[in-house]
């Protein structure tokens, strides 16, 4: 699992039948430099589903690849990457 931020929506003119009642976000993993408030690097977007709600700038827990689709079961649904968790406050220490 990996900490993301919200920079985007995607907008589809047709949606397979049991994704509905979610959206599909555009997000940006962070490293730990720009968790610590460090300035955005150039870094990989990926495409994400969501039914938790989040919004533009949302700091979310991201969950890929199978475990992405692993809270869905019995019922199956064609994603790679699913917002676990929308994070509300971050405390980061030092070692």
Known sequence: MRIAEIIG???????????AGGTFRVAV???????????????????????????L???IALSESREAAAP??????PVDAFN???I?????EEE
């Open 84 to 86: 676990a968790a929308i």
């Open 29 to 55: 993993p962070l490293s730990e430099v720009e968790l610590a408030g460090g300035t955005l690097s150039i870094r990989e977007e990926l495409v994400l589903y969501d039914q938790l709600g989040s919004g």
């Open 88 to 92: 509300d406050h971050l405390h980061l």
């Open 72 to 77: 869905f079961f019995p019922e199956r649904k």
């Open 57 to 59: 700038g949302s700091r």
């Open 9 to 19: 929506t995607v907008t589809l003119s047709r949606i397979h039948p049991s994704l």
